[in-house]
Every structure is written in structure tokens, then in C-alpha cells.
């Protein structure tokens, strides 16, 4: 039998399922969280973390991410991005399938899970990609959060643009249905319209607002149509913020980005291609009524949409350049800062980065911190503030869209299954995260 290992967190500001605070103690044993007290005086635990003035937050779970592995490893691979996701307190992460072969067969997803058993610090789970030509193990892959569909912004396989198709996959199973939702042919028109525009602002005018509301609205009525478990990935406007706020059955969810919560156009003049991304960034008013949506829940978690690419690659000149930015080390911090300056709660953040995750997903035992609950957990500051630097940063790609941003939150401790993985700026690489499992129609 191996040794069992325990840690103890002492006098933490503790946020519990409810959402209120209590200054405490918790004690993990393999993996799992034992017991929540104010005070845990009995333990002879192995290793023991003095909290005090730290806040106790369940562990992040990302439920976008593209880490690049395999094919696209020169942007980022699972060793790297899962140490990133420490340095930001995600513990546990969905990735996507647009990697290189793609994960649309069992065999490339056992390929992928094999990679992650060896390589990842924190939790993984690996979607399955749907396709226009019926696979058959799109309804029988396992273990997966679900089928992800790109309806635009996508070439090759991925690509699910066509009303049969899309319906097809719909159709058939249960399993949930992740969408990237953006109209290609609207976005095939635009593109004619904008040729030979070399500022990357136009990528917000190509993609527009009507390119996300058109297909949100398609992914909707075939959703209803087989009452169909949806979830929208990366709402971007307040056009699609309205529609769900009157119509958004009980089994549709919805996900925001930190970016598209807290940067806009104006970005572009800042940082150039680095605010390229997919769907694009919109007007500061579709900030605030995405926020309100997040608010309200209307809009039900945070996801981040990591997908690096190299500075050279976003040196190119628009539209030669890759969509997508990193995320993963900033996502906890951004949301903590947006919450000290009163856009949100603390309770509120690790409920849409956490708790709502889980359930959206039927992740069992994950995203609150009570007895009997997986012991992924971050311990972070929030009395001071720290900048976001380029050289701190542990992502492959080496840059942030946020770079400069002062903010508060930054994890001083990170545990996956009750392993310290994070601590004050130094990673324990020798920690590896577990295979996620998935209930409710999604394993």
C-alpha cells in the first residue's frame, strides 16, 4: 500500500458550498477533502500550510482550452499548459479537438489521455470533434465532457456549417453539444467585403455580431427541436445575451471569456493582432451586458478559450495572422481584480469558475470545498497586487493580451488531489493530475 498523504490548510478564509466565508481549517487525505472546520486540532497531517490571510478557493476548472498537443507543439503542449494552468490555479481543464491528427476518433483520444497521464500537473478531460461525415465514435468515445462543434471559424474536417449536418449530429445521442457559434457563410460574404484591409480592427467588423447571433440562433432551435443538451461556447454579444435572456431552455448553458468581459476594440490600437481571437472582441457595450447576463445567470460560467500562438506567427500582417490568445494564468486573477473592484463577488467568481462548471458538465466531486469533495484547491492573495509580465508568464507563447494589467488574486498556493502542484512561484512537476469522468449522458 502506498503512504497516505494528508495536508492540513490552516486558518484560511474558507469560501463553503453556500457562498459565505468562514476563517478555518481543512484537512485532505488522498486526494479527497476529510473535514471543514473552524479549528481541526486532532490531525498529525504530512504536510501543513499556514493560510492565514490567504483565501480558500476550489480549484479552477477551464472548461476551453487548446493546448496544441499533438501536431501544433511549437505554440504550446500539455507539459507546458498544464503548468501554466497551475501558476493559475485551474486544476482541471477541457481541451479541444482541433489538434493535429484531430480528436475525432477513439484512438486519438486514447492518444491523447495517454499523453495527459504522463504529462499534465492538473486534472484533463479531451472533447470529441464533430464532424460533416458521420464517425461512429462520436457517440460512443469515452471518457469525454461532450461532442464540440465548430459552426464557423474553422476549415477542413471540423467545419459543421451545413443545416443537415449540423441537424444530423443533433439528432442522434445524447451526449452534450458544445458550440463554437459563428455563421461561415456570413463570414465568407464579409470577408469579400473587407479584402484587403491589413488592420486587424476589421476582424471584428468580418466576424460580426450577426455572424454569432445567426448561428447561437441555429444551435438554439435544433436544440429544442431534440431537446438536446447545449452548451454555447464563448458568448460574445449582447445580441446572443438578449436572445438567451428571453429564451434559454433548462438545458442549455452558456460560457463568457474574461476577454470578452474585460477587453474590447479598442484593443487593437494597443496590442494589435495579440486581441485577435474567435469569436472577436466587441464594443465596450457588449461588456457590460455580457456582464449583467454573467450577473444574472443567463450567462452560466467562465471559460478561458486558451489558444496560443507564437509571436511570430502574430507578427504576420492581418488577415495572414491566427486567432486565439492564452488565458489560463490570468483567468483567476482577472476575475478576482473585476470582483475587488465591485463587478462581482469573490462567492461569485468561484461559482462561475468552479462550482457551475462541474455541474454543467457532470463532473462528480468537484468545485466546492466540502468533506468528501477531490481535493483541488487554491489558496490565493488578495491584498496585494502584482502586474502581469511576459517573462513571469509559463505559457509556451510567452505573452499575455494582458500584459501590464495590475492585478490582485494571484495564487500563492495550488493543490491538485491534495498535492501541493503550485507554491510562491515554484512548480512541482513531479505531481500529475487524474483522467476527469463525466455523468449525466456525457461519459
Known amino acids: 500500500m502506498p503512504h497516505t498523504t494528508s495536508l492540513l490548510i490552516c486558518r484560511a478564509q474558507i469560501i463553503l458550498p453556500n457562498g459565505e466565508f468562514m476563517i478555518g481549517d ?94 499534465c500537473l492538473v486534472n484533463y478531460g479531451f472533447f470529441i470533434g464533430g464532424t460533416a461525415i458521420k464517425k461512429p465514435d462520436l457517440l460512443l468515445a469515452h471518457p469525454t465532457p461532450g461532442i464540440k462543434i465548430f459552426m464557423g471559424s474553422m476549415h477542413g474536417e471540423l467545419l ?28 465568407n460574404q464579409r470577408r469579400k467585403e473587407f479584402a484587403g484591409i491589413h488592420d486587424p480592427a476589421v476582424h471584428s467588423q ?6 454569432a447571433l445567426l448561428a447561437t440562433q441555429r444551435a438554439l432551435k435544433l436544440s429544442k427541436k431534440y431537446q438536446r443538451r447545449l452548451h454555447i461556447l464563448h458568448m460574445s454579444t449582447a445580441q446572443e445575451a438578449d436572445l438567451l435572456r428571453q429564451d434559454k431552455p ?82 483567476l486573477p482577472l476575475m478576482l481584480t473585476a470582483a475587488m473592484e465591485g463587478q462581482c463577488t469573490v462567492a461569485q467568481v468561484a461559482h462561475w469558475m468552479s462550482k457551475a462548471v462541474a455541474e454543467g458538465y457532470g463532473i462528480p466531486n468537484k468545485g466546492a470545498i466540502a468533506p468528501g469533495y477531490d481535493a483541488d484547491l487554491v489558496l490565493v492573495d488578495l491584498n496585494t497586487y502584482h502586474p502581469v509580465r511576459r517573462d513571469e508568464l509559463l505559457t509556451k507563447c510567452g505573452w499575455s493580451p494582458f500584459e501590464g494589467w495590475n492585478l490582485t488574486g494571484w495564487p500563492s498556493f495550488v493543490m491538485v488531489g491534495g498535492q501541493i502542484v503550485y507554491h510562491n512561484g515554484k512548480l512541482y512537476t513531479d505531481v500529475r493530475g487524474q483522467a476527469l469522468t463525466f455523468s449525466h449522458h456525457n461519459s
Open 26 to 119: 481543512v484537512l485532505t487525505r488522498d486526494r479527497i477533502i476529510v473535514e471543514v472546520a473552524p479549528e481541526i486540532s486532532n490531525a498529525t497531517p504530512t504536510n501543513e500550510i499556514d493560510a492565514q490571510g490567504l483565501t480558500l478557493l476550489p480549484g479552477v476548472i477551464d472548461p476551453q482550452v487548446h493546448f496544441r498537443e499533438p501536431g501544433l507543439e511549437h505554440k504550446e503542449d500539455l507539459f507546458t499548459a498544464s503548468c501554466a494552468c497551475a501558476k493559475g490555479g485551474v486544476t482541471s481543464f477541457l481541451e479541444m479537438p482541433n489538434t493535429r491528427p484531430l480528436t475525432i476518433t477513439q484512438q486519438a483520444l486514447d492518444d491523447k489521455l495517454q499523453r495527459a497521464s504522463q504529462k
Open 160 to 187: 459543421v456549417d451545413k443545416e443537415a449536418d449540423l441537424e444530423a449530429i443533433f439528432a442522434q445521442g445524447d451526449r452534450l453539444i458544445a458550440v463554437h457559434a459563428e455563421d461561415q457563410d456570413r463570414i
Open 206 to 211: 468580418i466576424q460580426d455580431h450577426l455572424a
Open 250 to 331: 433548462s438545458w442549455v448553458t452558456a460560457e463568457v471569456t474574461p476577454q470578452h468581459l474585460l477587453l474590447n476594440t479598442s484593443a487593437y490600437e494597443k496590442i494589435g493582432t495579440l486581441a485577435q481571437m474567435n469569436p472577436p472582441l466587441r464594443s465596450p457595450h457588449d461588456n457590460e451586458v455580457l456582464w449583467q447576463a454573467l450577473r444574472d445567470g443567463v450567462i452560466d460560467f467562465i471559460a478561458t478559450d486558451h489558444a496560443p500562438h507564437t509571436l511570430e506567427e502574430k507578427a504576420q500582417q492581418y488577415p495572414n495572422t491566427p486567432s486565439g490568445m492564452p488565458g489560463v494564468e490570468t483567468s
